[in-house]
């Protein structure tokens, strides 16, 4: 059940493609390197043959067919020096200088190294033929970082092949990276820079980072090094200063030398590259109508206000594109900062930048493809000689890439360190941030003075991200049978659907559906009920707007279901509000369950009536029906402006946290050692940042709450003069090991 091993970042896919295609395919080097729409499957082999298909974050993959021998050399990596007297030659033009014996043996060295830069490298890896591809081959062998040469590392390589499908991709933007601390990643982006700015005719490669100092910083301390420090096959004519500040400028390019050029290459009638490599401030603007090969963003998780990467990314994704045509990538990596320090703008990117979920024209809503890399994966000092990660303490000592014993695991040395963390709640959440095990973990808010039980919720966050999701959710959609409205509502697993659930009826309590004097009724109240926040409009100014959202949640019952727990989650804005509607609807009938919904947007409410379900529609509980407004007798629900009623619906979800959420310490209302069941981690989330004055950001919250408020809706009627029930709530303190109320 826990997501925890070596093999679960990417996944070889056996027989994807029907190996007599693949055998024909290879016979004539008929593969293009590129999306193929035929198999769904990125090509990033620039031979025309391919070999093993794999998936990493979903992103299918077509990797090279190894070569027929593979030099087994010391069976890991290590990297070449150049030969000496190829050191001492620091141009072309000395090396035009050079006689011809001295070419002819140094041409075919220098032919290879070209070879490997375009196609990638093969070598033997503890007896395993391991591929590296073009880009990852010159940050390992020629980019010199701030500790030499870097190292090997299996979760840098799965990085390379996902950048270059990146690449290859005629439907991506680029790579959005969440990363850990110390990953490498400037380097690797910086060595990227200097790898396409060097080949590239005519093009322009641009840097930014949180602030403008530090993408100069990148520049002058780790680009222009790289880029001075290339054998000179490889370097360009560098127009201007030695070291520039600004602007690297390739006057004249590094032509491949081959056998049959080796003596004729010279200054003259060589065209100009006419490529720049430069920085920029940090600004939503930045590049505004510039054309980029390449956009490298680097810390783009810690932007601060006033500046906002998701306008930046607005701004410079059209820097990539001309019309539809994408003719440059962005290289995007980070940690995130606090969400309130601009971590909330780049998950939201990140967010929607996952390869499964594309629009119509076969994009991600961002245009980027994301990917995260746990910290177990790339933890310095847990790497092994052959660049794998020492996850737990071995038996022995195993000999570590930098020479020194590794006698602990990665995920030993991290969990030590949040325990010992555990009374220090911000500094938690920072090493959290830092190296992150899970996406939730990365993006973990400061700790705060929160409405509800910080504690109690990133427990179950915790929890639920060391399961493996799909053996407890599903996602899927509804829909009527044989598209007859009003008949029986079948529930469909799909990857796309809008719906997740946790459980669905046996097939008796489907469709539960009572009716009398015409208006339909749901026939299993006494199981549970529905919360929604709803919208009225279907498009907004921009394409903004809040999401709608449906929970559903249980009672406690004696039927064949689970007692007090969300079994369905939906939050999403669907093309038009009537398709929203009618999804919320067809989850009623199929679960045969009422609905609470908020009033202020009525037309989902009228939506039910009219189709002859106001049944389904609980009244508000706090008032006797005698008491109702006209508008509420007629179509049901609770109004949002009341105080009393926002004080209820909050202290609803405080009290369903306290009881059903992460671990009850005191084993008040389960065993002290069992954890919650409330599964939908994005709830989880929401509960966490919920502001009770300004509540319409919070959509899952809402909807949640209603679903509490509705299945325990009679503990709200009123008596004749005061409720039963107190409205008002705890606040928490999160500063010590466990949340506190706050005495008022």
Known sequence: MQNEGQNNLFRVLKDYIPSKVVKNKNRVRSWTYGYNDKYDVVVISKSGEIDTVVSINGLRIALPKPPEKISKGKNYWEREDIPEALARIQSIFQWNEMPSEFKSKW???????????EEGYWFMNNGIPTYITGAHYMYLQWTNIDVGYPDFREANRILYMYWEACKADKRCFGLDYLKIRRSGFSFMSSSECVNTGTLARDSRVGILSKTGSDAKKMFTDKVVPISQRLP?????IQDGMDKPKTELAFRIPASKITKKNMSTIDETGMDGLDTTIDWKNTDDNS???EKLLLLVHDESGKWLKPNNILN???VTKTCLRLGSKIIGKCMMGSTSNALNKGGEEFKKLYNDSHPTKRNANGQTKSGLYNLFIPMEWNMEGFIDRYGMPVLRKPSKPVLGVDGEMIDNGAIDYWEAEVDSLKNDPDALNEFYRQFPRTESHAFRDESKQSLFNLTKIYQQIDFNDSLIKEHHLTRGSFHWKDGIKDSTVIWSPDKRGRFLVSWTPKKGLQNGVIEKRGIKYPA?????AFGCDSYDISGTVGGGGSNGALHGLTKFNMDDAPSN??????????QTAEIFFEEVLMACVFYGMPILVENNKPRLLYHFKNRGYRGFSINRPDKHYNKLSKTEKELGGIPNSSEDVKQSHASAVESYIEKYVGIDLSGTYRDMDEMGS?????????????????????DATISSGLAIMAT????????KKESKISINFARYSNKGTISELIRR
Do not use: C
């Open 712 to 719: 325990q809706k009679n503990s709200y009627i009123p008596e």
């Open 107 to 117: 041409v075919d060295y220098i032919e290879e190294e070209f070879d490997r830069r």
């Open 524 to 528: 299993n109240e006494h199981i549970g």
């Open 312 to 314: 930046n990314w607005r």
């Open 678 to 698: 409330m599964m939908f981690t994005r709830t989880l989330e929401d509960w966490a940042k919920f502001d009770i004055s300004n509540r319409t950001k919070y």
């Open 232 to 236: 000179f096959f490889f370097k360009p």
């Open 565 to 574: 727990e969300f079994f369905l989650e939906y939050v999403a804005r669907p």
């Open 287 to 289: 590049y505004d109508g």
